[in-house]
């Protein structure tokens, strides 16, 4: 069974501009979580995805990120514009459906905003 | 707010059983305890769940204690490749809890 494929690895970016990330789940998994992940700490939910709806974007900093998941399958994070403690990890997760026990992460993407 | 309690960093020797323990003193009688870990430059890995009773699979046992206000993950036969960060996580499995993170422990396997 393939992983969560996340793109690109690595990022770097001046502050202010915007910048996106892609995540692709497992097939025929309905849930997607992207999290973010400061240095030195656990990863923090931002937003979770039901088929193509939101189902919690309430830690979410709407003024600056947006996601979305049109088809219900694959996954697009944005953040415009970027500032400099958006530094991190994002990573995505998918599960076959909610309150599922394994979490199925991918390898993130490293974001360094200078 | 974190539910659980993990020593911020522990050592083994390689061969050696890994013994990672979890305090949870709030835990609900519908929360699981999951044990998830995080080799570096990668993202977490699903280890094991358990709810009230002992749980052993492939790459771990899990031992709740009785009044479930704290468990052990146990890893039997530490190698190298066990070097993470450990997270210890309390979730109801029904509805839509997601999973929480603290700052785990980080567990380095000393050859």
């Known amino acids: 069974e393939a992983g969560v494929a996340q793109s690109p690895r690595y990022k770097i970016i001046e502050k202010r501009q915007s910048v996106a990330f892609w995540c692709n789940p497992i097939?025929?998994?309905?849930?997607l979580y992207w999290y973010q992940q400061i240095l030195g700490q656990g990863p923090k939910l931002l937003i979770q995805?039901?088929?193509?709806?939101?189902?919690?974007d309430s830690q979410l900093p709407k003024d600056r990120f947006s996601a979305e998941r049109l088809k219900g399958v694959d996954s697009t994070l944005k953040i415009q514009p970027a500032k400099l403690e958006d530094s991190a990890v994002y990573l995505c997760?998918?599960?076959?459906?909610?309150?599922?026990?394994?979490?199925?992460f991918g390898s993130g993407t490293r974001l360094t905003v200078v | 707010d974190a539910k659980t309690t993990q020593p911020p960093s522990m050592d083994c020797a390689e061969g050696r059983a890994a013994n990672l323990p979890c305090n949870h003193s709030?835990?609900?009688?519908?929360?699981?305890v999951y044990w998830y870990r995080q080799i570096h430059s990668q993202g977490p890995q699903y280890i094991i769940h358990g709810l009230k009773n002992n749980e052993t699979n492939e790459m771990a046992s899990l031992i709740i204690t009785e009044d479930r206000k704290s468990s052990t993950l146990i890893l039997p036969h530490a190698t190298l490749r066990d070097t993470a960060v450990y997270y210890c996580i309390v979730r109801a499995t029904f509805g839509n809890e997601k999973l929480t993170f603290g700052t785990g422990t980080r567990l380095t396997i000393i050859p």
């Open positions: 709030t835990i609900s009688g519908n929360e699981y």
């Open positions: 997760a998918s599960t076959p459906n909610t309150g599922y026990y394994g979490y199925t």
């Open positions: 097939s025929g998994h309905a849930t």
């Open positions: 995805f039901q088929n193509n709806g939101v189902v919690d």
